[in-house]
């Protein structure tokens, strides 16, 4: 496999209730220190250490759409069914 046409991508998953500023820094120096070209924010369905969301999954999804504008290398998926 040629690495220079490989892409390096790292997963940052959690339920993001809400997404903050604390999340785009995990994911710039993740970045950097990974040498990553693209992160994916998993988002999952609920924190499994919170007895209650604050958001509901589509508010949060929608809302760290909003928050990654500015970082094209951040991406947001939903996985679970």
Known sequence: MNRSNSNKIGILGGSFDP???????????SKKKFKLD??????TKKNPFKSKSNL?????????????QKYPFIKV?????
């Open 19 to 29: 997404p903050h500023k604390g999340h785009i820094k995990i994911s710039i120096e």
């Open 38 to 43: 693209k992160i994916i924010w998993a988002i």
């Open 56 to 68: 509901n999954l589509k508010d949060r999804i929608i809302l760290s759409k909003k928050i990654i």
């Open 77 to 81: 998926q939903f996985f679970e069914k």
